[in-house]
């Protein structure tokens, strides 16, 4: 019971950092027609922007705060990069979806080696706060606390970015975006301040995705934003292009098949099962859970 | 002797390519201030894709001057500001979005004419949390031009309203812009001849990319033999 216990909250601290990574990938898409492969790179930005103000962060006694502090900066530049991602290389070459691909191919590469070549190939140790290492006892297993930390972030950003949609002006556009942006531009309104707005909440949750994985990996490297991104696009593909909610649930699926996949069959058939799952759901439901409706 | 007033909307030379074919050949048109002029054609001659340039929904080669200002380089959602309310066809509507999110969207300013969409289509109120995807295609309709209607508008450009609406339906439609066109000015796209003859005082006819004909609506669908030639039906009224 115990094992059982601690693989569902670990496979559900792992969808929570995956759906925090599809939402953005989701929402870009479904409004947008992009698949933004530079999403990893977002995810890296917000890990090392982390992990490198944190350590500059000495004024500051203590090592949650300082952990949050720099946390948010890691947020800031996620959020700074998607915009920028968005005006300077997406906004160009609007309506022209290969090229698009492309250039988000390219910055992905681009940043990773930018990364190397600044800090290194190697793991880093990433700074987390010592109460996310202990482990709290929950039905006699002794679960991390990170795990809850990660669960918890999901939530809030899912009840935040649902509130979004559904109470603001902006959300209202970004919903009737998804649908129909040809028309929503023939209501009057500049559908691009939405795309720039867009991207940068997609560069804020994959940093914070990336702040997570940090904590969850105990390690930072350059290639972890486009390992976590690969089951990213896979759970945004289940969930249905456009849908938060359907990112959601097939986030916490994919999480929770792989742990149990890894330990009741054998060590990496998670992954495998993940592709399975990925098929049934492409011949079953084409457009995934939940298509092309933002909610 | 007056000088005859300037037309609201006045097209130059438009041309538009939709991949290899050459939709809009230089068509040329004016639209008077106040009431309907209709814009007629068989099936495919152009008039959708001349509402959609005029809109900037497609990139046309030409002029479009609304007023004395140039619209065309405009991007949509400024020749919007500029007062070209839409009514596009097939509606449109966002269908995950309740009628009040889809009226919602609409608003431009904080003036926006609930109570006259509303006294047009109280439906609209009654269904004001319904999804606009479960209404009827006569509701959708209404959630189409009540959209347009929500501001005030130098020009309309209402493309097939009546479009596979059911007859009690089409003359609802049709009252509604009659009324609406006693305040604002339109350019309808219309095959129903019988709604064109009630509420158009003027005419354009587009045939293959080209204006054909442009003056009296009446002088037009008087005459059976033009309404023939031009519009390739009989002329005899609504159908």
């Known amino acids: 019971m115990d094992t059982f216990v601690l693989l569902t909250l670990t496979g559900l601290a792992l969808g929570a950092m995956y759906f925090l990574i599809a939402s953005g990938l989701s929402l870009i898409y479904g409004l947008m027609g992009v698949l933004n492969f530079a999403h990893g790179a977002f995810i890296t930005v917000g ?14 006694g203590s090592d949650p705060l300082r952990f949050v502090v720099a946390a948010g900066i890691g947020l800031l530049c996620g959020a700074v990069l998607g915009a920028l991602v968005e005006i300077v290389l997406i906004r160009p070459l609007y309506q022209r979806h290969i090229e698009q691909a492309l250039v988000t191919v390219g910055l992905s590469l681009a940043l990773i080696a930018l990364v190397q070549g600044i800090w290194g190939p190697t793991e880093r140790i990433y700074p987390t706060p010592k109460w996310m290492y202990e482990t709290t006892s929950i039905l006699g297993a002794q679960i991390p606390n990170d795990r809850f930390v990660e669960i918890a972030a999901a939530v809030v950003t899912l009840g935040a970015l649902t509130a979004f949609l559904r109470y603001t002006r902006y959300g209202l556009i970004i919903r009737a975006g998804v649908e129909n942006r040809a028309m929503v531009t023939a209501l009057g309104i500049d559908v691009k301040k939405a795309f720039t707005l867009v991207f940068a909440i997609g560069g804020v949750a994959a940093a914070l995705a990336g702040v997570l994985a940090g904590v969850y990996f105990g390690s930072v490297d350059p290639h972890q934003g486009t390992s976590l991104l690969i089951f990213a696009f896979i759970v945004t593909v289940i969930g249905g292009l456009g849908s938060i909610t359907g990112s959601a649930v097939a986030a916490v699926a994919v999480g929770l098949i792989q742990q149990y996949a890894n330990y009741y069959a054998s060590s ?5 099962a993940v592709v399975l799952l990925l098929a049934l759901t492409l011949l079953v439901k084409p457009g995934g859970l939940a298509p092309k409706v933002a909610h | 002797m ?10 130059r030379d438009l041309h538009v390519y939709l991949g290899p074919s050459h939709v809009l050949q230089g068509i040329s048109f004016d639209v008077p201030r106040g009431g309907v002029t209709a814009l007629l054609g068989r099936n495919g001659v152009g008039k959708t894709t001349t509402i959609r340039s005029l809109m900037g929904l497609v990139r046309p080669r030409g002029s479009v001057v609304l007023d004395g200002a140039e619209l065309n380089k405009l991007p949509t959602h400024k020749i919007v500001g500029r007062g070209v309310g839409y009514v596009p066809e097939d509606r ?19 003036s926006a004419r609930y109570d006259l969409v509303y006294e047009l289509f109280p439906e609209l109120q009654e269904r004001a949390e319904q999804k606009a995807g479960t209404l009827s295609g006569g509701q959708q309709q209404m959630v189409a031009i009540g959209r347009a209607l929500l501001n005030e508008n130098r020009i309309l450009l209402v493309d097939e309203p009546t479009k596979g609406l059911a007859p009690l339906l089409v003359t609802e439609v049709a009252r509604v812009l009659e009324h609406v066109s006693e305040t604002e000015t339109m350019l309808l796209v219309e095959q129903n001849l019988g709604v064109v003859r009630r509420i158009a005082r003027d005419a354009i006819v587009l045939d293959a990319g080209r204006v054909t004909y442009a003056g009296s609506a009446e002088a037009l669908l008087s005459d059976p033999d033009r309404v023939r030639g031009l519009l390739g039906v009989a002329g005899g009224g609504a159908h």
Request: charged letters at 25%.
């Open chain 1, 268 to 272: 990496g058939t998670g992954d495998l």
């Open chain 1, 47 to 60: 890990t090392y922007a982390t992990w490198w103000s944190e350590s500059k962060l000495d004024a500051i």
């Open chain 2, 92 to 110: 449109d509507v966002f269908a995950g979005l309740t009628v009040k999110e889809n009226l919602e969207l609409a608003e431009r300013n904080g």
């Open chain 2, 2 to 11: 007056t000088e005859p007033a300037a037309p609201l909307l006045s097209v």
